[in-house]
């Protein structure tokens, strides 16, 4: 990981925000384009991407989406042959997915959302191809999720990570891979921002997002928001956490309250011990929040696809961008801190401890199912 000056980065809220910024890049790409992404959904959303896709393949520009396997496993192929038609080149990271296999590598999935347009300008968050209102429950309120837009020098590392992981996979699967085109380095922003790309894989830099986040928790002074839809800290990250609040550090956990499936009941059998040390846990309950993000003190932020628990930071390729900005910090802590304000309940420490027994019971043994699961699958870590 280094540190990058002269950038400008853009923080994007929600699909409303992200998909036109993200349609109009397409529009006035010119020579090359990639896109990365966990879930591509054929809803309006992802109908009103592949639209902008095949055209911008039909004027001659060279196009890479890259797809997971399994969080685009029900994309039609029809829609993929159409693609392909128009000339865009579509690859799906491990597409064999075998429900009963405990090996490592089925959990190894592309979760990161990246994407690059000419070497010039990039996107990196957590938000998929997939529309704000496609919820579960047929909620009113979209979900809550977040990207940035990068301008400047740290391009050039974005656009080479997802060229490079283009040209390794196209080899595994005995694709041709033809010749990157020669484009300009982006452009050096005076008065920018100081900002990293950062990156979870399985081979180079398998601990690089969390060690960012444990670095950030060190030296906090103040205060410290995490915004995380899935929480499962293991030993490390919840020490670091008591040690903040230890030594006078506000800590508040922004988290989903609304359960989406039933292995996030884990994130509940950490509660106890966080709320014992007086960390602040608030659970949103507005609609589905898959945020992950966090700001530290007024000099640190960071938005991406990485969750706090084992599969992100242990097993997924993810993708962070780190921002040391005061401007950029105080929109994301503003943002966060209206979210705690209005859309969110506070978790009481009293009440957490004298009911809720069920849950609590319910939690420790989705808790120790999701230690056995990364047990087999061959994780060393220790939670």
């Known amino acids: 990981m280094r540190w990058e000056a002269g950038n400008h980065i853009t923080l994007l809220r929600n699909g409303a925000e992200f998909f036109p910024a993200l349609a109009a890049s397409i529009e006035a790409a010119q020579r090359e384009i990639h896109i990365q992404t966990y879930i591509y959904e054929l809803d309006d959303t992802g109908l009103m991407i592949g639209e902008k896709l095949k055209a911008a393949a039909a004027r001659g520009v060279a196009v890479h989406l890259l797809l997971d396997g399994f969080g685009s496993r029900k994309l039609a192929p029809t829609f993929v042959l159409e693609l392909e038609a128009f000339g865009v080149k579509v690859m799906f990271y491990r597409p064999k997915i075998s429900a009963w296999s405990f090996k490592r590598s089925r959990l190894r999935r592309l979760h990161r959302k990246v994407s690059v347009f000419d070497g010039q300008h990039a996107y990196v ?3 998929n191809i997939i529309d704000d209102m496609n919820v579960p429950s047929n909620l009113d309120a979209p979900r809550v999720d977040y990207a940035v837009r990068v301008d400047g020098p740290l391009v050039f590392s974005i656009h080479a990570s997802v060229r490079n992981l283009w040209r390794r996979l196209a ?3 005995l694709r041709e891979v033809a010749a990157y085109p020669n484009l300009p380095a982006p452009a050096f922003i005076s008065n920018g921002m100081r ?3 950062v ?3 399985n081979v180079l830099h398998r601990r690089d997002i969390e060690r960012a986040y444990l670095k950030a928790i060190g030296k906090a002074r103040t205060d410290i928001i995490i915004a995380s839809a899935y929480f499962v800290p293991g030993k ?6 008591i040690e903040a609040a230890r030594r006078g550090v506000r800590v508040r956990l922004l988290l989903q309250g609304r359960m989406e499936y039933w292995l996030m009941f884990a994130t509940h059998e950490v509660y106890g011990v966080l709320l014992r040390h007086g960390i602040e846990i608030y659970e949103y309950r507005a609609s589905f929040m898959h945020s992950k993000v966090a700001v530290a003190d007024n000099r640190w932020a960071t938005v991406g696809s990485s969750n706090i628990d084992p599969f ?3 097993l997924a390729r993810e993708a962070n961008i780190l921002v040391q900005d005061k401007v950029f910090n105080a929109e ?3 943002d966060l801190e209206k979210a705690i304000a209005e859309k969110s309940i506070k978790v009481r420490p009293e009440d957490w401890s004298r009911r809720h027994v069920f849950k609590r019971m319910f939690s420790w043994v989705v808790y120790m199912v999701v230690r056995l699961m990364i047990g087999l699958v061959g994780s060393k870590e220790k939670h």
């Open 236 to 241: 490390k990250f919840r020490q670091a956490l």
């Open 312 to 314: 992100s930071l242990l």
């Open 199 to 201: 990156v979870r894989d």
């Open 332 to 334: 994301l802590k503003a």
């Open 171 to 173: 080899w595994m699967h």
């Open 195 to 197: 900002a990293a790309f």
């Open 125 to 127: 968050g957590g938000i």
